[in-house]
């Protein structure tokens, strides 16, 4: 059982920047796959940004060019930068790991993912 404790949200005006961080149990290298979801009030959970085990990453079309994932492998640390900020980016962010393989394509469906942590709150204001 992998435990993930994300941290890092807060309360940002627009064009600020956060950067979240999720401490996994278990070592980061052993997951095939970890991401970041996020979800509004009203709306599905969405994929944001995700990177295997090669430092292969992908991500939303909504965030290209502003978050960035990446991971400390001796710290087992997943982290999301998170840059010029909007208020359509104000949801619940969630860290997630997967241990079994997947095509690419599917980097970003929440269902995919077999672990997941409880959450960090970002809201953006205007």
């Known amino acids: 059982q992998v435990q993930l404790v994300e941290s890092g949200g807060g309360s940002v005006q627009a064009g600020g920047s956060l950067r979240l961080s999720c401490a996994t149990s278990?070592?980061?290298?052993?997951?095939?796959?970890m991401g970041w979801f996020r979800q509004a009030p009203g709306k599905e959970r969405e994929g944001v940004a995700a990177?295997?085990?090669?430092?292969?990453?992908k991500y939303a079309d909504s965030v290209k060019g502003r978050f960035t994932i990446s991971q400390d492998n001796a710290k087992n640390t997943l982290y999301l930068q998170m840059n010029s900020l909007k208020p359509e980016d104000t949801a619940m962010y969630y860290c997630?790991?997967?241990?079994?393989?997947?095509?690419?394509?599917?980097?970003?469906?929440?269902?995919?993912?077999?672990?997941w942590g409880q959450g960090t709150q970002v809201t953006v204001s205007s």
């Open positions: 997630a790991a997967a241990r079994v393989f997947f095509d690419r394509w599917y980097m970003l469906v929440p269902g995919r993912y077999n672990y």
């Open positions: 278990d070592y980061t290298y052993n997951n095939y796959y």
């Open positions: 990177i295997d085990s090669n430092g292969s990453t």
